[in-house]
């Protein structure tokens, strides 16, 4: 009853916020961040703290400014993601530009394929893939915990074609597909902080060592999928400059981790290049330090 609740009372004023002119639509997305994170301070220390952690030459006015940045582009991407289904293929393509898809349908060809991106510019629209050439393809998601937002959340995902499989289904989809005649991509992010008690794996991220998601090597390895790297960066508000890079198209011939050190290279070559469209409010850098010491071999 109390999801039901939150979710008539709140998403009408979303719905009509995300069809709102273009102008309009991120003056209400300034609006919105100045409440929420002028006045109220989410998650203001950890944001601080993030950033100061990857870039410690920062001042603390620059930090500031930085941060405020960031908050915008937060509202941006959540109001988004909502905006999704309401823009027509001509307007989708054109504010999220993938400028070489003919990357991705010529490994499909071969193999499948899973496409990585990160929490930065955005990475919602990555759906739109499907206009391209015909592609198939699927989405590994996580679901949300009110669940009338997850079935809308859901309907907005899928609206271009693209299938959707959770975290814990995704290696049975993806060895099953191995063995059909058709190819698909799997896209999913992979720059999240996995559990403590689950990290197999630990590499330096933007200059700190934490532990990092193994799975998406792990996965391409067994099934010999290629990976690729969605790359987006923000052309201005609104818009989106998306290239494809090959991470690999054999993934058995490199050595453990290198996958993995290839992707996290990537992602922090983005968030250098635009620091304000990664999300700083998620606590990614929270078990630094927290490596467990293996003991010596005698």
Known sequence: MIQRIIFLTTYPLIWLISVLPHRLFYGVSDVLSGLVFGLMGYRSKLVD?????????????????????????????????????KLSEIQIKKQFHIENPELLKSLLIHKNVIVLGAHHANWEWMSSI??????????????????????????????????????????????????????????MVADQSPLLSKAKM???????????????????????AALVFMEVDQVKRGYYRVQLKLI??????????????????????????????????????????????????H
């Open 49 to 85: 703290k993030n950033i100061a952690l990857c870039f410690p030459q920062m001042s603390v006015q620059e930090r500031k400014t930085l941060a405020k940045q960031a908050y915008r582009h937060f509202f941006d991407i959540l109001l988004e993601m909502f905006r999704a289904n």
């Open 130 to 187: 499907t206009l391209y050439h015909n592609i198939q393809g699927m989405a590994v998601y996580q679901k949300v915990n009110n669940r009338f937002y997850d079935q809308t959340i859901y309907k907005i995902r899928s609206h271009w074609g693209m299938g959707l499989v959770t975290q814990k289904d995704f290696f049975r989809t993806i060895s099953a597909q191995a063995q059909a005649k058709d190819h698909h991509f799997f896209g």
């Open 202 to 224: 630990w590499q330096s991220f933007m200059g700190v060592e934490v532990p990092v998601f193994a799975g998406p090597e792990s996965i391409a390895t067994a099934v010999d």
């Open 248 to 297: 690999t198209d054999d993934p058995k011939s490199l050595t453990e981790g290198m996958i993995t050190r290839k992707y996290l290279d990537l992602v922090e070559a983005q968030i250098r290049r635009q620091p304000h469209c990664y999300m700083w409010t998620h606590n990614r850098w929270k078990h630094q330090g927290k490596k467990p010491i293996q003991d010596p071999i």
